[in-house]
């Protein structure tokens, strides 16, 4: 399995750059911001109690997270050729969980990709995308602001978990779209385990 994590602020980039990896990967996406979104749309308990803090640009529980992300790598864990998790570990034992998840499946992280976006362009995209997306949290300066700071002081300390098992990459996430899938695929292929289809880097690895 390829499992990577797509890091960065909120309106780094991610969703976009997800689209088109799991295409090129055969990979599943979660977006845990996306998993709850359809619980508030099927207006769950669940969703009812995580829109209160989406709202407000907050953190929901990470045992809320945690559990719909495990029911999602059993749900998917037959067919997937691996996972991009968008918006997903954005605290420290949310990343530790994580791993513990993955062992379960006889797996693990391959990579951490980071798009680094200034704080000025998050909210100038924000806004722009908040007058399609129909979110509310994309509308309203002061809650894209929130979620920039609660991403630099609660979810940024996650890199530091990858990078000590050398896992982290960090990228400029500004310029043109197809430049970054570039760079991101590159980093990718850099991490991605041997496969059948290619043998002999199989049998090297092994041997490695
Ligand atoms: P996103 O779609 O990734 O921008 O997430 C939207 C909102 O969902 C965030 O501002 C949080 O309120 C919540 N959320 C999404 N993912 C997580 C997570 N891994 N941990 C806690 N809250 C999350």
New binding site residues.
Partial sequence: MLNIVLFGP?GAGKGTQSQKLIAQYNLVHL????L??AQIAQGTELGLT?KK??DE????P?EV?IGMIDNALQANKETAGGFIF??????VP?AERLDQLLAQHDSGINCMIALEVGEEELVTRLLERGKTSGRP?DQDVSKIRR?VT?YNTETAQVAGYYAAQNKFHALNGIGPIDTIFGQICALIDQHKPATTDNPAEATREVKA
């Fill in positions: 909120p977006s845990t911001g996306d709850l979104r995580a803090l989406m640009g907050l953190l929901v990470d997270v968008d918006g997903f570990p954005r605290t949310q949290d979620r609660v």
